[in-house]
């Protein structure tokens, strides 16, 4: 079965420091993998799809296969980055997500 | 811009009562879902509808049921509320295909007491 591990619940950076919120899945098929945030008092929403290749809002991550991480980088937090972070993964075969237990990231003036 | 609607944003309930939580999408999308949001815990699929009058259980469907009769419209049902069904559900819904975005609304605070 698919399983999605975020192994930090809170974490917590100034503002310009570098930041990075870990995800590891298990899937036995070719995955899907997803970053979606939730801001405060605001709907859970999309921020990166690994297909895709971008950076949205200067956070990027990578696929790492080998490793079955998925982990989400930004070079310089900023405040408004304060939010839940989920991964997710997508079945190829199927419609639905699994998600991991999510990362409160909290980035301090 | 996708719209997913949900019927109550706070609902206070009773043990031991039927509650009904509504969500509506207006953008003609195939599938619906229905998550249970819990700190630590992340999000936890409870049911999710591929098409109207079709549903497949998620990973914790134990105390709750569904209904689609209308492809716009997926109601979640819980039969009879426990204080253990006390969370934030979360309802969202996306387009077949290959195009994975889930678009989410803005969520029911249910306390059971």
């Known amino acids: 079965a698919q399983r999605v591990t975020q192994p930090e619940k809170l974490l917590s950076v100034f503002k310009g420091a570098p930041v990075e919120l870990k995800c590891n899945y298990s899937?036995?098929?070719?995955?899907?993998l997803f970053w979606y945030v939730q801001y405060s008092r605001q709907r859970l929403q999309l921020l990166l799809r690994?297909?895709s290749r971008e950076s949205i809002k200067g956070f990027t991550a990578d696929l790492n296969k080998g490793e079955t991480s998925f982990h989400l980088k930004k070079p310089f937090a900023q405040e408004e980055d304060s939010a839940m972070y989920y991964c997710?993964?997508?079945?190829?075969?199927?419609?639905?997500?699994?998600f991991g237990e999510g990362t409160q990231l909290t980035v301090n003036p | 811009d996708v719209k997913v609607t949900q019927s109550s944003r706070y609902l206070v309930k009773r043990t031991g009562e039927k509650v009904f939580l509504e969500c509506v999408q207006d953008?003609?999308?195939?599938?619906m879902f229905w998550y249970r949001q819990d700190p630590g815990l992340g999000l936890r699929l409870i049911y999710f509808?591929?098409?109207?009058?079709?549903?497949e259980k998620g990973d914790i469907p134990e105390g709750y049921s569904v209904s689609r009769e209308k492809k716009e419209r997926f109601s979640l049902i819980l039969e009879s509320a426990s204080t253990n069904q006390t969370s934030m559900y979360l309802c969202?819904?996306?387009?077949?295909?290959?195009?994975?975005?889930?678009?989410f609304g803005p969520g029911t605070r249910l306390t059971v007491l």
């Open positions: 899937y036995s098929g070719s995955p899907e």
């Open positions: 690994h297909i």
């Open positions: 969202a819904s996306r387009s077949g295909g290959a195009n994975y975005e889930q678009f």
């Open positions: 997710a993964l997508g079945e190829t075969s199927g419609s639905r997500l699994t």
């Open positions: 953008m003609d999308h195939e599938n």
């Open positions: 509808s591929y098409d109207v009058k079709m549903k």
